[in-house]
């Protein structure tokens, strides 16, 4: 087995490169997801070691050193974050030129040839679903062999293997989890809306939903839901519990956790059983019956993207939801007490000055607990960057999806709606939903009831404002 060094590299400071199918960008509250699409195939490569640059602070030295005694390095990589991520290779090429690197995410799969014409440090990328691919090359098979790769040959020439098979049995993947005790500091895992420490994972891949923005399922994962089945899950979380007995929260982080219902309430009823507190990404379609069990057993929040409050953005961006239906999905959470963290996407197709009024008018009438405002982001390999550059609404320059610093840009304009006006109004939209007297209210009495919580949102808007300068500064 050859000596592996799993990476997510150092980057901008507070830039979420483990975000998943969210965006790859600073935030406007320093938030970390776990690396868990890097864990998964560390998991399978025993000996191997992850190492997490980014909520970790740490810098080049450490990396370097450690690659000296390397034979494998996988980096895990993004469009926002490729261009330095070429970089940190070339260095550990410079360190130990022996070292085979390849590059995986979701950005070198639709552009294979492209990432690998970017550096000779990079000496293969894997495409697709890359966990057993990874495997298979620290096992040092014959890369003309292994399913899923681009590759630069002796010769110098790319080569593109055939595909490999999507993974079905999706129980066949070692838990995480024991990659998260065995390389992470989980208090090093932060995000706003959830409890501190929390630990996240998967439970399945793919999305049935067609959002023609969303990055995963139309790059890696799939539009079919392959899951876990609920014994596996819940095991994992009862070892979990033991590994970490301080963590306060679990987070499923499926694309929607919620498309298959009945293995939802399911899986819920297993957590029921090992008292825990959980959350998870859901559609804004959960019928109140399912709420009502997921709630007793165990639900604290859901992760929502309602996008947009205007119905014919929705329609665009085959979004597959009516507002009245998220109206009413939103309506019953706050009767269960099922908190919400509300997304929020400025900058679709449709978008006018119009249309940004009625989604903050929206997101303060159904009012969930906490929202996240981003900015359309067409990633290479989905529908809606192919649609970006065939209208024009795309720039070159604008590409990469953030600026110098990782703070991510509005790289979308349209005739009627420029880049300025989408970026300003994140910040409007912000003040707007959260300097009402309802919402300051509540923030306060919440505050008062938890000192933990206190220390957290006075942190939360120290680093608020400090990212609404930052932005003025790019502004300007």
């Known amino acids: ?43 399978l490569v025993p000996g191997s070691r992850l190492i997490d640059a980014p909520p970790s602070r740490m810098g080049m030295e450490p990396i370097l050193a450690d690659v000296k005694n ?47 014409a970017a550096s000779t440090a990079v000496d293969f990328v894997a495409r697709n679903e890359f966990d057993f691919t990874i495997k298979e090359i620290a096992e040092g098979r014959d890369w003309a062999e292994v399913d899923g790769i681009s590759y630069r040959d002796a010769s110098g020439e790319i080569k593109h293997n055939k595909d490999r098979a999507i993974l079905e049995d999706m129980d066949q993947l070692p838990f995480v989890t024991d990659v998260y ?25 793919g999305c049935k939903s067609r959002c023609t923005f969303c990055l995963w399922p139309q790059t890696v994962g799939g539009h ?10 819940a095991a994992e979380i009862k070892q979990a519990m033991k590994d970490f007995p301080q963590v306060k929260e679990f987070f499923f982080d499926d694309d929607t956790f919620t498309d298959n219902l009945p293995r939802a309430e399911e899986i819920a009823k297993e957590l029921g059983k090992l008292g825990v507190t959980w959350s998870c990404n859901a559609k804004a379609n959960v019928p109140r019956k399912t709420l009502e069990v997921l709630k007793a057993n165990g639900l604290r929040l859901l992760l929502v993207g309602y996008e947009s409050g205007n119905q014919q953005i929705l329609h665009n961006i085959k979004k597959g939801m009516l507002v009245t239906t998220a109206e009413q999905f939103t309506k019953d959470c706050h009767e269960l007490g099922i908190k919400i963290h509300g997304t929020f996407i400025l900058g679709l197709p449709g978008e006018t000055k119009e249309t940004i009024e009625e989604t903050i008018e929206f997101a303060t009438r159904i009012n969930p607990h906490t929202i996240q405002v981003s900015l359309a982001a067409p990633y290479p390999g989905t529908a809606l960057y192919k649609q970006a550059l065939e209208n024009g609404w795309l720039d070159a320059k604008n590409a990469e999806l953030i600026d110098d610093s990782g703070i991510q840009i509005a790289p979308l304009s349209y005739e009627h709606l420029t880049h300025q006006e989408i970026f300003d109004n994140v910040e409007v939209f912000y003040k707007r939903f959260y300097f009402r007297r309802s919402k300051i209210g509540s923030i306060v009495w919440e505050m008062l009831g938890s000192r933990q919580m206190l220390v957290r949102r006075l942190r939360e808007g120290v680093e608020f404002f400090q990212f609404l300068r930052e932005r003025h500064k790019i502004a300007a």
């Open 70 to 116: 390397r034979d494998l390095v996988i980096i895990h990589t993004s469009t926002p974050s490729f261009q330095n991520d070429v970089k940190v290779a070339e260095q550990i090429k410079l360190t130990n030129p022996a070292v085979k690197i390849g590059f995986v995410g979701a950005k070198v799969a639709v552009q294979p040839t492209e990432s690998l």
């Open 181 to 205: 005790k065995r390389d992470l500091k989980i208090e090093d895992y932060f995000i706003g809306y959830l409890k501190h420490p929390y630990i996240s994972i998967y439970t399945g891949r």
């Open 1 to 43: 087995m050859m000596k592996t060094l799993f990476l997510q590299p150092p980057s901008f400071d507070g830039f979420d490169g483990g975000a998943g199918s969210r965006y790859q960008a600073r935030r406007e509250i320093k938030s970390f997801w776990y690396p868990t699409w890097l864990a998964q195939p560390a998991a």
């Open 224 to 233: 079919r839901y392959r899951v876990r089945s609920p014994e596996h899950v």
